[in-house]
């Protein structure tokens, strides 16, 4: 092959490498690393609305953008860890704020900061072993919601009902779907189907963790007596089915004791992510996945005081 031949088509794979980062960044929201998952995350984010997958692209662009200017580690670039915390920021100010062209511009700026706020963070988490997670996300997002939000501020948490909360055999399913869908803020069940198949794609493990930690924390939410409507919506969660892919698939070895360990994680999140909603609530504010990101940290730091096999501080690390 001529070498001019061999230099277009150098240039034409990098383009394409370089072009699947920010597919990496995006999926990196659910904790793994993986182009082709990326690819089908967007494709749940524009079947459940088109605009959010605009917003997810567009947040990923530019916190991946500033990381890369700022000088930003060249590996966590390629694994699209300075992409996730911009995707969604730009969703959820898409979500909370509205479509316009105020938060495009909050949304390019948004991602940015995400990219500084993650080097800082990295820095002060770093020593102690723990991984940023979507904290730079929380805060910028928290941020600007509770600044600019116009929606009418509500006074309390939700009503619980008492006892267990009761769902048809359809409600449920739904909110199995819409537990997973719920970490891009998708609404629609069939868009969480796509987003498990994404798992399913990049991690056996993750699928299932992910599968898992949404009938566990559909229990645990109808056992709290949370109000039907918003369990069905997956608010109650998306928290805990992150912190099962956390635990049982990225930062500690699958084991028997592990896969329980990520289980009572799950569970852990549902009340948290109530109570974190009825924080907030007063303010404007939402949770966001501060109950995940919190949750999943204190489940690593109790590593040294748990005797369990692979529930270690250092193999969190």
Do not use: H
């Not at 006892?163 to 409600?171: K, Q, R, V, W």
């Not at 289980?263 to 966001?288: I, K």
Request: glycine share 12%; charged share 10%.
């Amino acid at each position: 092959m001529p070498a001019a031949e061999q230099r277009v088509q150098a240039r034409e794979w990098s383009s394409f490498r370089a072009g699947m980062i920010p597919m990496r960044g995006i999926s990196q929201v659910a904790l793994i690393s993986n182009s082709w998952s990326g690819l089908l995350f967007v494709v749940a984010l524009f079947v459940d609305d088109w605009r959010l997958g605009v917003y997810g692209l567009l947040g990923t662009a530019s916190s991946t953008a500033a990381a890369a200017l700022l000088g930003a580690d060249r590996r966590g670039l390629v694994d699209g860890l300075q992409g996730y915390c911009g995707c969604l920021t730009g969703i959820a100010l898409a979500v909370r704020l509205g479509v316009s062209w105020q938060t495009v511009l909050l949304t390019v700026l948004g991602g940015a900061v995400c990219a500084v706020l993650g080097a800082a963070a990295g820095r002060l988490l770093g020593p102690l072993g723990l991984p940023v997670l979507t904290a730079p996300y929380c805060l910028v997002a928290g941020v600007l919601v509770v600044a600019l939000s116009k929606s009418p501020v509500t006074d309390g948490p939700s009503v619980r009902v008492p006892g267990f909360t009761t769902l048809t055999l359809a409600d449920a399913g739904r909110a199995l779907c819409n537990n997973i869908g719920q970490v891009f803020y998708l609404d629609k069940w069939y868009a969480g189907l796509i987003v498990l198949a994404g798992l399913l794609l990049a991690s056996r493990v993750a699928a299932l963790a992910a599968a898992g930690a949404s009938a566990a924390a559909l229990l645990g939410a109808c056992a709290s007596g949370l109000p039907a409507d918003r369990i069905v919506e997956g608010l109650y969660g998306y928290n805990g089915v992150l912190c099962a892919i956390a635990l049982a698939a990225v930062f500690l070895p699958l084991t028997l004791w592990t896969a329980g360990y990520a289980a009572l994680a799950a569970v852990a999140a549902v009340p948290f992510s109530a109570a974190w909603e009825a924080f907030a609530q007063p303010s404007g504010g939402y949770p966001f996945t501060w109950p995940f990101t919190v949750t999943t940290w204190l489940f690593l730091v109790a590593g040294p005081a748990l005797g369990r096999p692979g529930i270690s501080f250092e193999k969190a690390m």
